[in-house]
């Protein structure tokens, strides 16, 4: 079970949650790419709507806060909130209720008892950085306008700044007669707390930064994380980044993620691996690009490793955490909560290392794989 992401900067306090992406180096995958994982038909389209007959409150929740230019496009479980005719719209829709279903899918299998939100979960694509900023002041109550996405804690909803490219060339063709107005949020004011990060401005929806934000939100609303708990990184991130799909075709929890991997085992042949007694409290990380990538690659790796070899013992860990209602946590009550359900982090360090050895050995297995066979590879998702 395995995958990844990176990130520059993460808090990880339960009312506030931050996860700033950075660029990954793995190829990147068109919103329609999901079509085509795992051999399956395309996912229905999504429809157009305002409100529909017997949607949550939660649909419209985000209309006091947004232009009255927005539109939406909906889906079974989400709905998207996005510029006039935004091309993108529907390709991420059946990307985001693909990852819906293969969520619960592969969950369900490693064990956990799920349940299912009864309100649609909401995406809120903003064609312009200042209205997004304007937003996150307003709906968290704090300044965000050095993230270009997040995913809330709570509101429920993840922000991005996301530009739909064929209008912007149609705009450039048709010189504007005036100042013309931009999506920007409402005046009215909501301060809040919360949040977790996306793609850059301008990019088309990258498949593997979709699929950890909305593992994200998947895990707050599907019971095995808890709103308003503060949770160590390497469970926040650590899920996240094994759920991520790539732009080859690879998904979540079932494949390797080798960017997320190769960072792992260069920070374990450098020794720069965080100690397990440290990193198992550990809920923030600077904002340096290279420890960022770091401390990210070791949650996956972590991650993966509680959860194929003490895999009852996690479920037991995140029911007894979310029981505890702590918005906060101090590192010696994080400790303490690990080393009952795992033991001692100390006694875990030779297992973990055995885990880190065999991480390298199937590394070097599919490097001699690759170079006894130049001319494979798996063919990338346009």
């Known amino acids: 079970m395995r995958q990844s992401v990176l990130f520059l900067f993460v808090a990880l306090a339960a009312p506030c949650i931050l996860c700033a992406n950075c660029h990954c180096s793995e190829p990147q995958g068109s919103p329609n790419a999901a079509d085509r994982v795992r051999g399956t038909s395309p996912l229905p389209l999504a429809r157009k709507a305002t409100a529909p007959s017997g949607a949550s409150a939660e649909l419209t929740a985000p209309s006091p806060l947004l232009d009255a230019s927005f539109q939406s496009t909906t889906t079974e479980h989400f709905v998207l909130f996005h510029e006039p005719g935004a091309g993108y719209a529907a390709g991420a829709c059946r990307t985001l209720e693909y990852a819906y279903e293969y969520f619960y899918d592969v969950f369900s299998q490693a064990g956990f008892d799920l349940s ?25 109550g704090m300044d965000l306008s050095w993230l270009d996405g997040y995913y809330s804690t709570l509101t429920n909803r993840v922000a991005i700044v996301q530009t739909d490219q064929r209008a912007r060339r149609r705009e450039e063709a048709v010189p504007p007669s005036g100042s013309g107005p931009e999506a920007v949020v409402a005046a009215q004011r909501s301060p809040r707390e919360g949040v977790l990060a996306m793609a850059a401005a301008g990019q088309q929806f990258d498949i593997t930064r979709l699929t950890h934000e ?29 759920f991520e799909f790539d732009g080859t075709g690879s998904v979540g929890l079932e494949h390797c993620n080798m960017a997320r991997c190769n960072g792992l085992l260069e920070a374990y042949a450098t020794g720069e691996l965080v100690p397990l007694r440290q990193f198992v409290v550990q809920t923030t990380v600077a904002p340096d690009l290279h420890l960022g990538r770091r401390i990210y690659a070791q949650a996956w790796g972590f991650f993966q490793f509680i959860l194929a070899e003490h895999p009852e013992s996690l479920r037991l860990y995140l029911q007894r955490v979310a029981k505890n209602h702590l918005d906060h946590r101090e590192a010696a009550t994080m ?35 690759a170079s006894a066979t130049p001319n494979a590879g798996t063919t990338r998702m346009p």
């Open 116 to 140: 299912r939100s009864q309100d649609r979960l909401v995406w809120i694509c903003f064609p312009h950085k200042s209205g997004f900023s304007r937003y996150a002041l307003r709906a968290e």
């Open 335 to 369: 400790l303490a909560e690990f080393t009952e359900a795992f033991g001692s982090p100390d006694t875990l360090e030779e297992s973990w290392r055995a885990f880190l050895a065999r991480q390298a050995q199937q590394a070097s297995a599919r490097r001699l794989a």
């Open 214 to 242: 909305v593992a994200h939100q998947l895990s707050f609303n599907s019971g095995i994380q808890k709103r308003g708990v503060m949770y160590p990184l390497w469970i926040s991130e650590g899920l996240a980044t094994n």
